[in-house]
């Protein structure tokens, strides 16, 4: 088994205009290198996990610990190096005047030499496929380039850990998946621990472990393969299920043999155009 | 329209003065402003009006962008000269028409004063229409740097100036966007009296109000993610240069204002 990066025991958080707890209880662990995606529908508590993963808020009661250090007061500075945020909203992240400037600002906050600063920048551009628009303006560039730059901003400090707060699910179809094709390449060549806190189950389909969270409660863990098994169940959380997954069953239904409940429209696709050669 | 208003202002061009450090191109403006006090006959003005001149040649800017901005400036300046022809009564009078009387000295102070109007608006224009604006911040952190001892928020001005900047366009598509729908929902903006025009403002600021709050939060919280905690140990990823060009402009400005001293009167 791969070991445990960040601990969260018996988490309990209240927004202090609120009267019901935002989290509630919540225990599990995150492993070095996994892909996890913690979903739920508006209101589970999945984003004020993130909050609370980065210092931004405190817990009420229970810990955080990220890799060996307990986030406090005193630790929030260092787990914050540990961890790489992206938030929703491409323009409301995107501080620098120009492309160069906003991957810098993180470097510039850290008090890295200007000789390193560039060489990072550089790098964590070219990690995104973002290395022609060094100069480019916010305004002349799409959400999904703005994401970009914002998961290059993230890189360049070297976290261990990069949190997905909703990062895709203000962008296009095609800017939703250049994002995600950019975080699995950086997963599988940089080893990077990456959480993802969505309700776009596609999305949530390609982690390798999922968490479902309701009222501000764990609901289930596991892999989503097994998540997508509870039908039902998630679609009575306020969650759909994939298409490729609810068309699988479909065609079971119809029964026309397809081995397994695809999380993917291209592994689907796959078996019906290759099935009936097999026949 | 609005978009050509603000970034019309700079004009990327490859001149000497585009080149030059921000920094020497503020010291110079600023004290040009207190050079030109120091004219006041026609040999000094002469040296002013060669001195800008020679800037603006050298800048290599377009003159419609030149005089394209400063349309409204020249109204004010027709005023002033007209303010001084009527109100200046010194000096034998060179032209009478029934009551109507202009004096020498108001001729001269008119010229003089609107020509010193003129220059100033021309020198400032040159520096925004050859430096992009996130220079100028730059520019400007740089030289107020020592007024940190005073605990004057310098770096805390700097950003505030550059974030300011850059959500500039950002703005503009929202109120533009803010402006289609509200359009939509039968709100008159290009047309009917000019009160109602004025009031139809309310429903374009309010929303653009509540969303700029509104990323103003989300982009705090961005900014501490990212280990934002104040100007204290920041390194600065752009670099100002000094170069000879600079110390060669002062120079030349400093040899005008010699110039000025000798012969003013």
């Not at chain 1, 996890?36 to 210092?55: D, E, Q, R, W």
């Not at chain 1, 961890?83 to 909203?89: A, K, L």
């Not at chain 1, 560039?118 to 790098?123: A, E, L, T």
């Not at chain 2, 010291?27 to 060669?50: E, K, P, S």
């Amino acid at each position: 088994m791969k070991n445990s990066l960040v601990q969260i025991r018996n988490l309990s958080f209240k927004y202090d205009e609120h009267a019901d707890y935002a989290l509630k209880d919540v225990t599990f662990d995150i492993y070095e290198g996994e892909w996890l995606a913690i979903v739920g529908h508006n209101g589970s508590g999945k984003s004020t996990m993130a909050k609370l993963l980065n210092g931004l808020n405190f817990p009420k009661e229970g810990s955080i610990t990220v890799d060996n250090l307990l986030l406090s007061e005193e630790t929030v500075w260092d787990i914050r190096d540990k961890i790489g945020m992206v938030f929703q909203n491409p323009d409301n992240q995107f501080v620098g005047t120009t492309v160069q400037d906003d991957v810098a600002f993180g470097l510039e906050n850290h008090g890295i030499e200007r000789e390193e600063m560039i060489k990072r920048v550089h790098d964590a551009l070219e990690s995104v496929k973002m290395e022609e628009f060094l100069d480019q303006e916010p305004h002349h560039l799409s959400g999904g380039q703005k994401q970009r730059v914002a998961i290059a901003g993230v890189l360049a400090l070297r976290p261990n850990i990069i949190v997905l707060d909703e990062a895709t699910s203000m962008l296009d179809p095609r800017g939703r998946e250049e994002v995600l094709e950019t975080i699995r390449q950086l997963k599988a060549s940089q080893e990077m621990t990456v959480i993802s806190i969505t309700h776009d189950l596609e999305e949530a389909a390609k982690a390798d472990r999922m968490i479902v969270m309701n009222k501000g409660q764990l609901y289930r863990e596991g892999s989503p393969e097994d998540i997508f098994q509870l039908d039902e169940e998630l679609i009575s959380l306020g969650l759909d299920i994939p298409f490729p997954v609810k068309m699988s069953k479909m065609l079971k239904a119809l029964n026309i043999p397809v081995s397994k409940h695809h999380l993917s429209e291209e592994e689907l696709v796959e078996e019906l155009w290759t099935s009936h050669s097999k026949m | 329209m609005m978009e050509k208003m603000i970034f019309g202002r700079y004009v990327p061009a490859d001149s000497v003065i585009h080149r030059m450090d921000p920094r020497s191109k503020l010291l110079i403006v600023l004290l040009f402003v207190c050079v030109v006090f120091l004219a006041n006959n026609a040999i000094t003005y002469g040296a002013l009006v060669v001195y800008t001149l020679l800037m603006l040649a050298m800048s290599k800017v377009p003159m419609r962008f030149v005089f394209g901005g400063l349309k409204l400036v020249f109204i004010l300046i027709i005023f002033t000269f007209l303010m001084h022809i009527f109100l200046t009564r010194e000096g034998p009078v060179i032209f009478e028409l029934g009551w109507f009387k202009v004096y020498e000295e108001g001729l001269r102070q008119g010229i003089f004063i609107s020509l010193r109007f003129f220059l100033l608006i021309l020198i400032t224009s040159i520096l925004t229409l050859t430096t992009a604006p996130i220079a100028i911040t730059d520019g400007l952190e740089s030289l107020l740097g020592p007024l940190k001892k005073l605990k004057f928020p310098v770096h805390e001005l700097a950003l505030m100036m550059s974030i300011a900047l850059r959500f500039i366009p950002t703005l503009m598509e929202e109120t533009d966007k803010i402006m289609k729908a509200q359009s939509a929902r039968g709100v008159e903006f290009s047309s009917g009296p000019v009160k109602d025009r004025v009031m139809a403002i309310i429903p374009l600021l309010i929303p653009l109000f509540v969303s700029s709050f509104k990323r103003a939060e989300e982009l705090a919280t961005a900014m501490e993610a990212r280990g934002y905690r104040g100007g204290d140990g920041r390194t600065r990823y752009r670099k100002l240069v000094w170069s000879g060009i600079d110390t060669l402009m002062l120079l030349l400005l400093l040899a005008l204002t010699i110039l000025l001293i000798i012969f003013r009167t």
